[in-house]
């Protein structure tokens, strides 16, 4: 039997703690005028100092959940895309298993620069085709403001935080993620990258010192491959589906600059409307910067049922990925039964009793049960 993975559930998570232009031009030498003309950003998300890369995942993916009606417990999959994880090991994607009380879900993290969310997606739907899994989540966030260097006007005015997630189901009907496109050239990877804190350059003071935990970035060449790339990937992933250009729907790009997606929109001829943007809001949150906008897109009317979008995004590494996605779920949703969110509000409430339970346990039992002292001679 052929299996298809459709989008069944979506949501995101925006910071409340807007950045204007204006803000940034009290911080470095730069304006507003500069700032809009040219990337078409105006203000971005900053995370507080308690929200995270898997704060937002679990408030997205808790979003995504909601919509599409699922029991986190039946989860199969859970891929976080990020270049921002909380830690470097556990994965993000283990601490949202954990929180969610996805107790079946395999977890696990995606570096793919800004290309992560549609790399995931394109991971997920081929598990699912293949019937290795049923269910899975798919999310994409990024905690820049962290990684980026407050004193440096060419990349600091660029980026932003929030987190989007996906939920992927198999069903037998077409539809749903009918093709994508993943590549990369890592010979272009010093074009940008975060050098330090690595095996290469493990965090020392000097590490520090020298801005080696900071993203660095050759805007230019990284605004030249991402022209061509955005073009050459919407027309293979809709290629690998036996579509054109005349059944697209909706561009969903990656939200770096208007600039790029502007020349992506006249190489690729498409129609004014045919291009959802939404960066003037939010900048560049990389792997969140998709699934984001594919949100807006759907909760703004931009989507509708049979639609074929394409999503395409470019990063570090350097990657690309794009994916085409026939639009499955009657708009709007209905609203669940009270006992299905009640039921999920339960497993999460669980999932927290249980991880401090564990944790306090493991606590008693070190004490009651001190390690003996090693005896020598
Ligand atoms: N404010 C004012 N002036 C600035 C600023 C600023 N914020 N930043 C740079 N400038 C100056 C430069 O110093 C330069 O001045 P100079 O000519 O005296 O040297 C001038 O503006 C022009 O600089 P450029 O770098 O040529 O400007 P450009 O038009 O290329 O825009 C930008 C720069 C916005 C970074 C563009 O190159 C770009 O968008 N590149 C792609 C970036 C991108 O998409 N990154 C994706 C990241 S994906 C991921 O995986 C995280």
Same mark, same amino acid.
């Given at each position: ?11 995101? %998570? ?56 699922? #029991? ?25 298993? #954990? ?8 977890? %696990? ?7 992560? %969310? ?63 496109? /993943? ?9 940008? $990258? ?17 801005? $080696? ?11 030249? %491959? ?16 036996? /579509? ?6 909706? /561009? ?39 699934? $984001? ?67 306090? /346990? ?16």
């Amino acid at each position: 039997m052929t299996l298809y993975a459709h989008i069944v559930g979506w949501g995101k %998570f925006a910071p409340a703690k807007v950045l204007t232009n204006d803000d940034l031009s009290q911080m470095v030498d730069t304006s507003d005028e500069w700032i809009q003309a040219r990337t078409g950003i105006r203000e971005r998300r900053i995370a507080s100092e308690q929200e995270t890369t898997a704060s937002m995942s679990i408030a997205a993916a808790r979003e995504a959940l909601r919509v599409a009606d699922a #029991d986190p417990a039946k989860v199969d999959l859970i891929i976080v895309g990020t270049v921002t994880p909380e830690h470097l090991f556990p994965s993000t994607a283990c601490l949202v298993q #954990d929180a969610l009380g996805a107790r079946q879900a395999a977890a %696990f993290d995606l570096s793919a620069g800004c290309s992560g %969310f549609v790399y995931a997606l394109g991971i997920a739907s081929h598990a699912i085709e293949a019937g290795a899994y049923e269910m899975a989540l798919v999310i994409g966030a990024e905690t820049l403001s962290r990684i980026v260097d407050w004193t440096d006007r060419r990349t600091c005015v660029l980026f932003g935080d929030g987190a989007g997630a996906v939920v992927l189901r198999a069903s037998k009907h077409p539809g749903g993620v009918l093709s994508s496109i /993943l590549g990369a050239d890592g010979s272009g990877g010093e074009l940008l $990258m975060l050098p330090g804190g690595g095996s290469r350059f493990p965090s020392t003071p000097e590490s520090v010192l020298n801005g $080696m935990h900071h993203l660095h970035m050759d805007g230019r060449r990284v605004y030249r %491959f991402a022209t061509k790339i955005m073009v050459r990937a919407t027309r293979q992933a809709l290629e690998q589906a036996n /579509l054109s250009l005349q059944d697209l729907s909706l /561009l969903i790009p990656h939200q770096a600059n208007q600039r790029i997606i502007e020349s992506a929109a006249r190489g690729l001829k498409l129609e004014d409307g045919k291009v959802f943007i939404n960066l003037d809001r939010y900048g560049n949150t990389s792997s969140a910067s998709i699934p $984001m906008a594919l949100c807006e897109a759907v909760e703004s009317g931009h989507v509708k049922r049979d639609d074929t979008l394409v999503l395409v995004g470019f990063g570090a590494g350097l990657t690309w990925a794009a994916a085409t996605v026939r639009w499955s779920v009657p708009l709007p949703v209905a609203t669940p039964p009270r006992w299905r969110v009640a039921v999920r509000w339960a497993r999460y409430r669980w999932a927290a009793i249980r991880r401090r339970a564990l944790s306090a /346990l493991w606590w008693l039992i070190e004490r009651l049960f001190p390690p003996k002292p090693d005896r020598k001679g």
